[in-house]
């Protein structure tokens, strides 16, 4: 039973250039969270995602940040014109359900620098 | 808003030797609360946790009780190995919120032989 896929675990860019970050979810996982890690920081919430629907986006940076969750295939983090500042660890968490009983499972995340 | 605040790491200990690692939170209303360890190039896995005020979670020989009084969540073990170290990170998650987790800071257990 595969836990949460992340993929690349590892992503550089240069400033400008865009990055997209996949997450599968665990088989039979409906919900999608991504969390963000700066370094010296915690993770902090992002956006919370359900098979074709943006449920909560209030931690997405308003600007150059989108997500999404296609009925089929992974889970979308996309940056555009990324800067130096976006250079973080992107994890990805996903749950049966959107209930607060649920766990949610973490996969290994994906680094991202920016040079 | 809602905050985690662990005490500063990285932690430094031999093998059985008493773990205590503290998380105080800020919240409006009555959160659930976390802890996940996360081992080098994993993700993170959760721990234990509790939902109500004296709950206390348990796993894996780790404790830690929720104290609504004190708002605080430490996390202890009574005799630690090498296998544990890891990065701990406490969290909550408020029902208001929804299913969004917030975390503290994280700290970095090291265990010596």
């Known amino acids: 039973n595969a836990g949460v896929m992340q993929n690349p675990r590892h992503l550089v860019r240069r400033r400008g250039q865009e990055a997209r970050l996949r997450c599968s979810p665990m088989k039979g996982h409906s919900h999608v969270y991504w969390y963000r890690q700066l370094p010296e920081e915690g993770l902090k919430f992002m956006v919370y995602?359900?098979?074709?629907?943006?449920?909560?986006e209030s931690g997405m940076p308003k600007e150059r940040f989108s997500a999404e969750f296609p009925k089929e295939g992974p889970s979308i983090l996309r940056i555009q014109q990324v800067v130096r500042g976006d250079s973080a660890a992107y994890f990805c968490?996903?749950?049966?359900?959107?209930?607060?009983?649920?766990?949610?499972?973490f996969g290994p995340g994906t680094r991202l620098t920016v040079t | 808003g809602d905050s985690v605040t662990q005490m500063e790491g990285p932690v430094t200990l031999s093998e059985e030797a008493f773990l205590t690692i503290n998380c105080t939170y800020t919240a409006t209303g009555y959160p659930s609360l976390f802890w996940y360890v996360q081992y080098p190039g994993e993700g993170l896995q959760l721990l234990l946790k509790?939902?109500?005020?004296?709950d206390k979670g348990s796993n894996k020989g780790f404790e830690a009780t929720y104290r609504k009084e004190t708002t605080s969540f430490h996390l202890e073990k009574g005799s630690v190995q090498v296998s544990d170290s890891a990065v701990y990170f406490c969290?909550?998650?408020?029902?208001?919120?929804?299913?969004?987790?917030?975390f503290g800071e994280g700290t970095q257990l090291t265990v010596n032989p």
């Open positions: 969290a909550l998650r408020e029902e208001t919120s929804g299913s969004r987790l917030t």
């Open positions: 968490a996903s749950s049966p359900s959107g209930s607060p009983l649920n766990e949610q499972y």
């Open positions: 509790a939902t109500k005020a004296d």
């Open positions: 995602l359900q098979k074709e629907n943006i449920i909560d």
